[in-house]
């Protein structure tokens, strides 16, 4: 069965950062980038995000616009896509809103934890244990089979990581917003790693958008730009 399209969303800062150290949540995206990121769930069969940032942001991860939803349900599919968590601790607080709108859930989690996820989530969600370790391949495998073809990841830069260093990543969008952030502890959009093609591997800019004043940079890891470098 064909792995899902993985896309993966992104905003940083100019100097590179997702977000800043401080408790409360950093807003890059302006009111117009949020519209076009609902945009992009919308047009998505399922939306992923680590843990950390489930239990950091308390995200909902909902396709907020009725139209997009109607949209979808015309087209024959759920009006919310299906929500994805992955967490290797099982610490997932039953109370993240995470759990409690939108439609269908999904978490996947080493066997270790699944027994204390299933205790706790009850059936908020599908608890899927996938082995000693969560290996992201067999991940896109399951949701394959459950009729995801297009997967967006939200996040946060710890799984970034690994689906473009894994090169499971199709597509990149980055979304530049006209802030620093200036403290070398936030966090990044990826870690350190081995990036698909090494170093000198120039992606392909599949788009360059003006969003009122955030830049939408769409590159495309697997292919190459082409461009001359010297
Ligand atoms: N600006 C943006 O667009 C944006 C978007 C999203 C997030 N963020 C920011 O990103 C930061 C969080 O990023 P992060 O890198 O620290 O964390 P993260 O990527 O959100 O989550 C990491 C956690 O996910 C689980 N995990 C990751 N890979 C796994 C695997 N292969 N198998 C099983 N579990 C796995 C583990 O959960 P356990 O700890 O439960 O074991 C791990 O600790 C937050 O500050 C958030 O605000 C920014």
């Known amino acids: 069965m064909q792995r899902p399209y993985v896309l993966l969303s992104c905003a940083m800062s100019v100097d590179g950062y997702i977000d800043d150290t401080t408790p409360e949540r950093l807003s890059l995206s302006n009111v117009k980038d949020f519209d076009r ?124 990581t690994q689906f473009l260093t894994q090169g499971l990543a199709d597509e990149i969008h980055l979304a530049i917003a006209p802030i620093f952030v200036g403290d070398s502890n936030a966090p990044r959009f990826v870690n350190p790693g081995n990036f698909p093609g090494g170093t000198g591997h120039r992606m392909a800019l599949a788009e360059v958008r003006a969003v009122d004043d955030v830049v939408l940079l769409r590159y495309l890891p697997k292919e190459s730009s082409g461009s001359p470098t010297s």
């Open 37 to 160: 990121v609902d945009e992009v769930r919308a047009e998505s069969d399922a939306i992923l995000i680590g843990a950390t940032t489930m239990r950091r942001d308390n995200p909902r991860l909902l396709v907020n616009s009725e139209s997009r939803r109607a949209r979808r349900v015309a087209q024959g599919l759920p009006p919310y896509p299906l929500k994805v968590a992955i967490t290797t601790s099982g610490d997932l607080d039953p109370d993240l809103r995470f759990w409690h709108s939108g439609g269908e859930k999904v978490v996947y989690c080493p066997d270790a934890a699944a027994a204390k996820l299933r205790l706790t989530l009850h059936d908020l969600a599908d608890v899927v244990n996938l082995g000693p370790t969560v290996d992201l391949g067999r991940m896109l495998d399951d949701l394959a089979s459950r009729g995801v073809r297009r997967l967006m990841v939200e996040g946060g830069g710890t799984i970034h």
